[in-house]
């Protein structure tokens, strides 16, 4: 009996001490970008047979994201999504509360809080891979989220997010800082596109 508590007990301290890293690792990488006043980020995004390049910037609660031939931009308020193949432009209030990168960019890789329940799933060769899932009643979107973090740079390589079977991986491939004023919507540049406003 004395044999399965103490196991017991060394299996709890060990998942604790898993969880406490998670946490340190997660606020890691929140305060590497808390600490750019903007910054830059190319990545790639696949799901299936699909593979596409995108990138955005963010500057503040703004940023300007594009993803094949779609731009997105957004002011920390309204975003507008610009379909450029269907000169389509789609403007809605922001979800302010998402994390996904190609939603709300600007808390991407803000997992801190309540939340999400942060579990360290391998930590070797210098990079550590942390699973994130939804608290129930958080509010939070439904699936899971792991995270690939270089422990060196302490900067985010890629992101796998898990929709109940759909599976959308983000390869990161550049986080620099801002180089340029943030591109800001310009309703001029759209002339003769549908604007399509779910505000």
Avoid: H
Avoid at 27 to 56: H, P, Q
Avoid at 138 to 144: L, M, Q, W, Y
Wanted: charged share 30%; with cysteine; glycine share 10%.
């Amino acid at each position: 009996m004395k044999r399965w508590l103490l196991l017991a007990v060394l299996l709890c301290g060990t998942v604790r001490a898993a969880e406490n890293r998670a946490g340190e690792i997660l606020e890691r990488l929140a305060a590497g970008f808390r600490a750019m006043k903007g910054y830059e980020v190319d990545f790639t995004v696949e799901a299936g047979e699909y593979r596409t390049a995108g990138s955005y910037a963010v500057e503040g609660q703004g940023y300007f994201l594009t993803l094949g031939d779609a731009e997105v931009f957004c002011d920390g308020t309204v975003r507008y999504e610009v379909d450029n193949a269907r000169r389509e432009v789609t403007i809605a209030g922001v979800d302010s509360t998402s994390r996904n990168i190609l939603n709300n960019p600007v808390r991407a890789f803000d997992f801190l809080g309540d939340d999400y329940r942060a579990e360290l799933l391998s930590e070797t060769g210098g990079k550590a891979v942390v699973r994130l899932t939804p608290v129930e009643g958080s509010g939070a979107s439904a699936g899971t989220v792991a995270v690939t973090v270089s422990t060196a740079t302490m900067r985010p390589e890629q992101l796998d997010y898990d929709y109940d079977g759909e599976r959308i991986r983000v390869v990161v491939r550049r986080v620099a800082p801002l180089a340029g004023p943030l591109a800001r919507f310009e309703r001029s540049r759209f002339e003769g596109y549908e604007f399509i406003d779910f505000r």
